[in-house]
């Protein structure tokens, strides 16, 4: 016996040889590398450089033909490999996909437009006091969406203004600073939040299971923190962090909450669920582990829906007959029909990439207030492109005001969409 064989019996007794279906992977007796060895009626081959260049059966040969003979009886083992599974695809309605999207800019202006009609104009300015009156209150709030949706600075996005104030959607012209006041403006966040509202209900027919989730859009300012896990300082970009509820069919916000950067999720699940259920029929909601808590879990069930959450590793039945105890056994013995309710939870990540790979996943605005309403601006102009897009694929007239009086003769109205089909 040579020294190449006793090395290979070295190998086989103490190194893990394996068969991957074509070769035998040796580990290098070095353990800096692994090698691939063929073993062949015709002559058995090495990737290693000993065998390369004598052209002889080198230690790595000689192990791997030890294992076959000690484990496999001389003959190479059956690998069986599994079939991959066929990713799901689903199908795409390309032809209204392509109206919603070709017309999306001008039907945008024409639903802002019908959502802002009806809020109540500025307060003329005393007598006596010298300057203009103030922008009606329609004017600010459809301007500071159109230029969020336009993702264009103020200067930029003059042209865009102007083009509105000429169709007749805004009543008077407006100064790019101007316009960034009015983003900071304190009054203008209650009015984005009943809009945000005001905007999904024409679609309480098709959505009746809603996810909540949380994300965070990036500022120009930096901050400090302390890591105490690793217990090093940290540094990096401050965030505003916004709460939603979203639909799961259509991905229409329906309620957002903004508490601020370092608000945890479960706090706001019994905020967004209530102003959710105020108007829509709210079946199911999917959370992921963050909203776990037995508040959340009564809560929905008072309403006569159920929350699919999944419990967490260290979580225990409870007091038997309650609620968390069913919701426990369900998780644990029913996990395959458990995921299929929860999996739609996915749809509310699907939400947040609409919305920033259309309107960014940053903000402009330095301000606390403008941050937070630049992001509720966001979060309007993704509703209406949602809309326009259900009204091209599910023929839904997006409708805002049951009960108001229709625009003034002249004024543009709600673009016609043909149905599908």
């Known amino acids: 016996m040579d020294m190449r064989e006793l090395k290979g019996l070295e190998i086989a007794a103490r190194s893990k040889i394996v068969f991957d279906g074509d070769a035998w992977i040796v580990p290098s007796q070095t353990g800096t590398g692994r090698y691939k060895v063929v073993l062949r009626p015709d002559g058995d081959t090495c990737t290693c450089e000993d065998h390369a260049l004598h052209l002889q059966p080198c230690k790595h040969i000689h192990a791997a033909r030890l294992t076959r003979e000690r484990d496999h009886g001389g003959k190479s083992p059956v690998v069986v490999v599994e079939p991959v599974p066929k990713r799901p695809t689903y199908k795409q309605d390309w032809p209204a996909y392509n109206r919603a999207q070709m017309t999306e800019k001008n039907r945008l202006q024409v639903l802002l437009r019908d959502l802002c009609r009806v809020l109540p104009p500025e307060p003329p300015r005393p007598a006596g006091k010298r300057g203009r009156n103030p922008t009606p209150l329609a004017d600010q709030v459809f301007a500071c969406c159109f230029k969020v949706y336009s993702t264009f600075s ?72 302390y890591d105490e896990k690793y217990g090093v300082q940290r540094s990096g970009k401050d965030w505003v962090k916004a709460h939603v509820m979203t639909g799961v069919k259509t991905n229409v916000v329906t309620a957002v909450v903004i508490a601020g950067r370092d608000a945890g999720d479960s706090p706001q699940f019994k905020p967004l669920v209530e102003a959710t259920a105020e108007n829509f029929k709210v079946k199911e909601v999917p959370a992921d582990k963050a909203y776990l808590s037995r508040d959340n879990l009564e809560l929905l069930h008072t309403m006569g829906g159920t929350a699919y959450v999944p419990f967490k590793a260290n979580s225990q039945p409870g007091e038997p007959g309650r609620l968390w105890e069913r919701a426990f056994y369900y998780y644990q013995y029913r996990r395959e029909d458990f995921l299929k309710h929860y999996h739609q939870r996915s749809n509310a990540e699907s939400t947040f990439s609409m919305v920033k790979a259309k309107f960014r996943d940053h903000v402009r605005s330095k301000n606390d207030v403008a941050m937070k309403n630049e992001v509720l601006c966001k979060l309007l102009c993704h509703n209406v492109c949602v809309l326009i897009q259900s009204q091209c694929k599910l023929g839904i007239e997006p409708v805002f005001w049951q009960d108001e009086e229709p625009a003034e003769d002249g004024a543009p109205d709600v673009l016609p969409m043909n149905r599908p089909g």
């Open 154 to 225: 103020g200067r930029r996005f003059n042209c865009d203004l102007q083009d509105a104030i000429d169709k007749g959607y805004m009543s008077c012209t407006m100064h790019p600073n101007k316009l960034c006041k009015y983003m900071e403006s304190e009054e203008l966040t209650p009015v984005l939040h009943k809009l945000i509202t005001q905007s999904s209900l024409p679609l309480r027919a098709v959505e009746t299971v809603f996810a909540p989730d949380s994300t965070g859009f990036s500022t120009s300012r930096f901050v400090r923190w």
